[in-house]
């Protein structure tokens, strides 16, 4: 049985107070990670601060920046916002990718990326659309670039008594297509065996892949064949993935069928993005 306190806060202060003065506090929005972690015994928890309520963590919107999407927004909410589904359709597919229907009514996109997990289906698209994790704490405000968030298996960038405020997807937005792929075991629920973002961004790509290192990555090597070399043989630029990634063998998948994911996912992304 879950045993442990739990607080709602009516303001983001409250927040801050209890994260810097508890010990074993978890912040809670969506909390569809968090639960089962405590059940299952990754979290020890002696305190829930509830977030998920608070206003300023709700805004979803577009302006001159770009699109802003708060701490306490859920996927659902991403899958169907319309300058979403406009301008950066690619996002829209990650959050799409995560569990169930029922889930995404829960799951947050700041959630997904705070569990830091390899294989967080926003991630990859995130990483592709250049967007930025702005940080909030009682000493202030901070923002990160997506990629410096992620710091390990389970790790972020966050310290002690901060939390996401929100994650901007900047403008320009890019001019051409981009694409999310999951392999995974069943169709959906299941978290990601491998999972492929790719986005044109006119003449260039960008390409971003999860499931396959300690956090999510770019493939470097593969954009630098494209973009930088004229590559235009696909299935030859996305086997140079093999040298930029280490996957390993669990109850998903073996280490070589990673390998082997990974770069078909990439040469598929290549086409449908870049054209056969």
């Known amino acids: 049985m879950l045993s442990c306190e739990y607080v709602k806060c009516s303001d983001l202060g409250q927040a801050f107070q209890l994260l810097e003065t508890r010990e074993d506090a978890y912040l809670l929005a969506g909390g569809t990670d968090l639960m089962v972690g405590i059940r299952g015994g990754k979290f020890a928890a002696k305190l829930l601060i509830d977030i998920k309520e608070l206003e300023e963590l709700k805004i979803l919107k577009e302006d001159e920046q770009g699109i802003t999407i708060g701490a306490a927004v859920t996927l ?26 029922s889930i995404r009514n829960r799951a947050t996109l700041a959630g997904n990326i705070c569990n830091a997990s390899p294989a967080a289906d926003t991630a990859a698209p995130l990483y592709c659309l250049g967007a930025i994790v702005n940080i909030i704490g009682s000493g202030g405000k901070r923002s990160l670039p997506v990629e410096e968030f992620f ?10 008594g901060e939390l996401i405020q929100s994650v901007l997807i900047p403008k320009p937005y890019p001019a051409g297509v981009g694409t999310y792929q999951k392999a995974s075991r069943t169709g959906s629920v299941d978290l ?12 260039q790509v960008r390409v971003a892949v999860g499931a396959v290192a300690p956090t999510p990555i770019r493939a470097v090597a ?10 235009k043989d696909w299935a030859k630029a996305a086997a140079l993935v093999y040298d930029e990634i280490s996957p390993i ?16 996912l990439i040469r598929r992304g290549l086409e449908r993005t870049m054209g056969v």
Not at 87 to 101: D, F, K, Q, R, T
Not at 151 to 160: M, Q
Not at 222 to 231: H, M
């Open 76 to 101: 659902n909410e991403i899958a169907t916002f319309g300058p979403i589904l406009k301008n950066v359709p690619i996002l829209a597919e990650g959050a799409h990718s995560v569990g169930s229907y």
């Open 151 to 160: 710091t390990g298996p389970g790790r972020t960038a966050l310290e002690k």
């Open 192 to 203: 990601a065996t491998v999972g492929v973002a790719v986005q044109n961004w006119g003449d």
């Open 222 to 231: 593969v954009e630098k064949a494209v973009n930088e070399k004229d590559i």
């Open 249 to 264: 063998t669990d109850l998903r998948g073996s280490r070589d069928y990673r390998f082997h994911l990974a770069e078909v």
